[in-house]
């Protein structure tokens, strides 16, 4: 792709980006705020800029007229880079140089850290849980008329030294005419032993030789959705994929409504038969899409959390949602699917990834198996946000996790305007420190709907940083700008006039809505440091943070910390995993070794209840602050406060 | 029970018997011959005799003029011994004495050897695989709320010393409720592994205290019947017992019938279906008869020949019938009798008699273990006679075994009026040496219908001793005697005049008769001898008889000796142990030692194909004659007849 230089001036900041880029989301990366409300739709007309050198590609509006198209004015939001180019921002829309320099940091997101197939590899650790034996059995005749399981068994002591075999009835119904079919060539598939010395189990029989066809399914089962992809065992390559909404979210939208419904007559029994049902849709999908032979699927691999996975095999949650909050177990043993009526074929073997505690399950589990961070050294903080916050600290030592409650904030829930993160949402932000003008933008670059998670925290950050709101996310309400009002008491910004919206009501920001981020980013933070309290550490020991979960992919990592989100670190530093309970998932169909490890994993990794530990709640009240009630935590950012201050 | 001293003139042949019993029966057992031909029922009023001293009860008849009444003459059959007594045998219906001194053995059947439990309780080896253990956990609280599983698990480890548990969906799905039913104080059942280090398999937990109630059902699945038993694993004893014809009968009397059934679309299901059905009404029979608790039942023990195992697993059976003949499997896994249909409960154990060949099956090996074989020193020959008849050689060091189709005749198949053992069949049998006239008994002592096996092996070797017929089973045909006659062509002798019978048809016994019965017997005592042959030794080492099956108990062994059906040892070293198949069935069901054991006794019971054994051929050819071309094998035999020369 070619790369672009773009001035800006009268800041005379400079920034590459690729051709095609908007002059509007340039600016936003070189730290140049341009007023602009509506999205990128051209709609408010406010982003106007002059190309003093070099072209643009668009731009042009009927906002603007020909003698100012003539001399190079340009809407910044639909002007695109085509080359090299000299931009002037106008007064009206920014401010001098000296107050830009103090505009808030870049947007950084965290580096996506993929699964680490090609390391596995060369580990000598793919060696898939489930295997594939071509075998050549010499026929029977009247001096060797042994059982044909006899004739097997005997035949893998021999010449694979496999001693250990457990053959069930399905198997041994199709034995005989599997046997017979190619004229005893056949193709074993079979469940290798999590130890050593441990039993082989024979999954299924396939006449001739199938050994290059060896397929997983790998599954996430979310609360909101379940995603499945489809593995290739002999190449570890991903070969399909697919997602569908889980159909329990009609008996309820969290963990704790749904365990409530179980407990009606007859609703564990609904619940299960319907997330199956989802599960099942999923799978259609998957093979659909691929060319593969359904009975060559021989492993299916599960994550969810404790919750979702009790519901899936039916086990009552009750326990999970009531003091001493006691989950019914850690490990599962493995099943065939289609016991509980998971449609592959009758003989794929489900393996579950254990549960720690009642609310850090197995999808957590499978990040930090997934990612790898059980094995490595750096002291990591592994991070799941959603509804529930689910906290990891650790290395391959020793792990220690816990779960909070952050509330809904970052999904937009319990926000005036809040959406999640979907096309119209306000993704990023900044502020004009003078006028108190801001700059949106919105996925799919329309006009707005809402303010995602993401958005959220990164206008509390900038309005934090810019002075617009305070430590406590209070409005600065000596500014004469229209856009901080009170209406039926409550003190508000507008972030975008009615006018510019898709909604046509104005979209603010409210101080209750600030008040709930805080809450939401004071709980995580404070479970985060209570955990490392507890197990001896301070905060700024950590060395590394990995963000799972689908809303982590879009947070202004800087943004974040300023907001005390999560500590201070160098951005280098953390990554981010993205479904980590689907890469877990996966990664568990690929190498027996997870298997293994996992139980130690779980068994090492400390629980901590928040409710159980005392020190948590002046931990959780020192947060309500932005970013803490001691900055010195957030050393960069008392920098940048104090270079504003003078 | 009072005891009659009986003497018979003018033999002066003494008998002591049970008060009650008939003079006719007491000079069987006496070796006297009385003619009768109607089986007790007074009929024919052939069987008069004279009450010299003391009294009997009954035996009077319209037949018998008043005059001869008071002087004691009185019918054999209806005459009843209630105290000591002098009878004499009018000469038109005996023999002079010394020719009854050389009257055939008298009736001796097996001596019945029972399950062995006390001994088993000795040897400190009443240990059931499926145990309950009653368990008081710590109930959960803030600093302990570790998953029910693990504080099952953890419990079991500190307390039991059980390190290997392996836990099912259904028992987690019921632990939570259980658990907390009666405060953490709960029953498991747990089946113990085989060898030392395997693991215990959960399969049920019950609230509170429910060890004192663990109950098995064995049951034993023939081709023909099947038979349950209810057995209390607290103290070994039987509760109940109930038995049904295998609903199977209707697609075929045999196993070979059965396969070809099998064979047909839908055939294997049908049959599965069938055999279970009668399973389930067995153990309904059953626990209709027991006041326990269904729930109760931990474990189900099944032993049938290969045919009826796979048949009742749905393994298709095509190749057992076909060269090489092949099995599907010798050892079956354990598994959740509900899985395949078996209604107890969801977790009740299946646990099956492993096979040893195509005609080898479970039932044999259950006969095996149950009757002890496998641990004693004696060199033993087993016998289950029936269409096919199973040989088992050896003793705790080795055992070899084979099968051969004997054909119907022992069980009245191929015999002009042959029938099974039941209410009308000639079941005993004696014959004057002089005048040829028989003396028959029929089982319940009615009118003669027909000659059940036993009858058959008796009329047979008497004759045979007697000079009736040759070593060929060809009548004596210079006798003229009316009773024996050529109707069409085919030589036969009349046991029964018509009249005397139930059928109003004259019972008689065919020359092709005998011929059948010397096949039969032919092929078993070949049999036996080419399997010692194999493991290089000779019939007269055999030391130890054990008989099974229902045919065994009515065998009257010194005559199936003179026919050469068993080797001739003493009848003091022959047993009877009845269903052999449901006693190893029942064993196995209270001590796990059975399980341990039997892989070991089928791993080194050697079995040979009669048909891949070329010298079975002349065993056979020599076992055609009554009671082999080689007298000598039968010494006491040999001395009876010489002596019955001179």
Request: proline fraction near 5%; hydrophobic fraction near 40%.
């Amino acid at each position: 792709m070619k790369e672009c230089n773009v001035t800006f001036l009268p800041h005379d900041r400079k920034i590459t980006v690729a051709e095609g880029e908007s002059l509007i989301r340039a600016a936003l990366q070189a730290g140049v705020h341009i007023n602009a409300s509506c999205g990128g739709e051209g709609v408010c007309g406010k982003c106007r800029v002059h190309v003093e050198q070099g072209l643009v590609q668009d731009g042009k509006s009927e906002r603007i007229k020909q003698e100012e198209l003539d001399s190079g004015v340009r809407l910044a939001c639909r002007a695109k880079v085509t080359g090299d180019v000299v931009v002037r921002v106008p007064v009206e829309s920014s401010v001098d140089k000296s107050v830009m320099n103090l505009q808030a940091t870049p947007r950084r997101t965290a580096r996506i850290q993929q699964m680490d197939f090609e390391n596995l590899k060369e580990e000598g650790l793919f060696i898939p849980p489930v295997e594939k034996i071509y075998l050549r059995l010499p026929p029977p005749d009247a001096q060797n008329n042994m059982p044909d399981v006899t004739r097997l068994v005997e035949y893998l002591k021999l010449e694979a030294d496999e001693h250990k075999l457990e053959l069930t009835l399905p198997v041994m119904r199709k034995l005989p005419s599997v046997m017979r079919e190619e004229n005893f060539t056949l193709t074993l598939t079979m469940v290798r032993p999590v130890r050593k010395n441990g039993k082989n189990i024979i999954l299924n029989v396939q006449p001739g030789d199938r050994s290059g066809s060896n397929y997983a399914i790998a599954m996430d089962i979310g609360t909101t959705t379940i995603y499945g992809q489809l593995i290739d065992l002999t190449t570890g390559q991903c070969l399909a994929e697919a997602g569908d909404f889980n159909g329990q979210i009609s008996y309820g939208e969290d963990v704790i409504t749904r365990i409530i419904y179980a407990e009606k007559a007859g609703g564990l029994e609904k619940l299960q038969e319907v997330v199956v049902a989802t599960i099942n849709s999923v799978i259609e999908k998957i093979i659909r899409k691929s060319s593969i032979d359904r009975e060559d699927i021989s492993t299916i691999t599960f994550s969810g959390n404790t919750t979702m996975t009790q519901l899936f095999l039916a086990i009552d949650p009750r326990n999970i949602r009531r003091a001493p909050y006691v989950p019914t177990a850690t490990l599962y043993p493995p099943f065939r699917a289609a016991e509980i009526g998971v449609s592959i074929n009758e003989h794929a073997i489900a393996l579950l990834y254990p549960q720690v505690s009642s609310f850090v399950g197995g999808d957590i589990v499978a990040g930090i198996m997934g990612s790898g961070m059980y094995r490595d050294e750096e002291l990591t903080l592994f991070l799941d946000i959603g509804t529930n916050a689910e906290l990891v600290v650790g290395n391959k030592d020793w792990l220690a996790c816990t779960a909070c409650s952050a509330g809904p904030a970052f999904e937009g829930g319990g926000i005036e305007f809040g959406m999640r993160a979907a096309k119209g949402a306000i993704e990023d932000f900044s502020i004009d420190p003078i006028t108190y003008e801001p700059m949106i933008f919105t996925i799919g670059d329309v006009r707005p709907k809402g303010i995602c998670g993401s958005g959220l925290i990164t206008m509390a950050a900038v309005m934090f940083e810019m002075g617009v709101i305070n430590n406590r996310g209070k409005f600065n309400r000596e500014h004469g700008t229209p856009r901080i009002r009170k209406t039926n008491g409550i003190w508000e910004y507008v972030v975008v006039w009615k006018d510019a919206t898709q909604i046509n009501r104005d979209i603010v920001l409210t101080e209750p809505d600030l008040d709930n981020l805080i809450r939401a980013k004071g709980a995580i933070y404070s479970g985060c440091m209570t955990l490392l309290e507890e197990v001896g550490l301070a905060m700024d020991m950590v060395e590394r943070i990995i963000l799972a979960g689908g809303f982590g992919s879009y947070i202004d990592l800087e943004k974040a910390m300023t907001i005390g989100l999560l500590p201070e670190i160098d951005p280098e530093k953390v990554t981010f995993i993205g479904n980590g309970s689907l890469m877990g998932a996966r990664m568990s169909s690929l190498t027996n070794r997870i298997r293994r490890d996992v139980v130690s994993v779980t068994q090492r990794m400390t629980n901590f209840e928040l409710s159980e530990t005392p020190s948590y709640m002046d931990n959780y009240i020192a947060a309500m602050f932005l970013p803490h009630t001691e900055i010195e935590k957030f050393p960069r950012l008392k920098m940048r406060m104090e270079a504003r201050k003078n």
